[in-house]
Structures are given as C-alpha cells and as structure tokens.
C-alpha cells in the first residue's frame, strides 16, 4: 500500500511539473492582478513558456516566477515603459475619454518586483520611460533558456 502511495505522489509531482503557463499575446494591465497571477502560477510550481508578446504588466512574471521555470520561444517578445493608469479627461460621443496618468508609484512597485538582471537591463536601455521598448530574439534568449519543445 505504501508503495502504491509513493507511487501516485510520483505520478502526481510529474503531472504538476509537465504542466505549463503559456504567454502567446498579453498586452498587460493592472499590476496587482498580474501579481496575483503569477504568485498562484509560482506557487503551483507550474512552469512559464512565453511564446509571444509579453508586454508592459506582463513582464512582472520575470521577478515572481523563479527564472529556472521561464522560457521562452523564438517568438517571445518583451515590453517594458513606466507604469500608467487611465486619467479620465471628459466625454466624447456619450464615452468617457480617457489618457495615460503615468504613476511613480506603480513604477517604483514595478521595480521592487523586477529581479536584478532585468533592472540592469532596464538601466542599460535608460530606464523605464512612457515609451515601451522591446527585448527579443538573440538578446532574449541569452537571458533565458528557450523552451525545449516549440508549438
């Protein structure tokens, strides 16, 4: 009996980690919702395979997911700008009209969370500004390993 335990505890532990997070096109959002996110994704222990646009919010997963369970494709992409929030500015057509109110606060929440290699990145490319800029291909891919199997 107790071998047929250890045995499904095995089986179950595989299950867990052959399971993976996929990131294929994710424009980001709210800070606190990716936070949240990705401390359930980091402690199921679930592996994170970014196989597209990972941009703006998105990118939190590199600092609340340890950097051995990322991977990443030939098609992964990175963004990253300073933090913002809608400002409502008045209506146009019956819609509220909004603009970008960028937040020192949620920019600074940002960079407590980035792990170090990011911020030097970061600080090499000259900070976190309105605009985005991106992290692909070669340069990536010296930063983290590409995922083993390619969709």
């Known amino acids: 009996m107790r071998k047929l335990s250890l045995a499904m505890l095995?089986?179950?532990?595989?299950?867990?980690?052959?399971?993976?997070?996929r990131i294929t096109h994710?424009?980001?959002?709210?800070?606190?919702?990716?936070?949240d996110r990705y401390q359930r994704i980091?402690?199921?222990?679930?592996?994170?395979?970014?196989?597209g646009a990972c941009?703006?919010?998105c990118t939190l997963v590199l600092g609340i997911v340890p950097r051995d369970r990322i991977c990443v494709t030939k098609r992964a992409?990175?963004?990253f700008h300073e933090a913002w929030a809608p400002k409502p500015v008045g209506?146009?057509?019956g819609s509220l009209v909004t603009r970008p109110m960028y937040s020192?606060?949620?920019?600074?929440?940002l960079w407590k969370i980035y792990p170090s290699s990011i911020k030097h990145l970061i600080t090499m490319r000259g900070g976190l500004t309105h605009k985005m800029f991106f992290v692909r291909g070669k340069e990536l891919a010296a930063m983290y390993p590409l995922c083993s199997a390619t969709r």
């Open 10 to 21: 095995a089986l179950v532990g595989l299950t867990a980690q052959a399971h993976a997070y």
């Open 26 to 35: 994710d424009p980001g959002g709210r800070i606190g919702a990716y936070v």
């Open 42 to 51: 980091n402690y199921s222990g679930e592996r994170v395979e970014i196989d």
């Open 55 to 57: 941009l703006s919010a």
């Open 77 to 79: 992409v990175l963004g």
């Open 91 to 93: 209506y146009a057509y």
């Open 104 to 109: 020192e606060e949620g920019t600074r929440e």
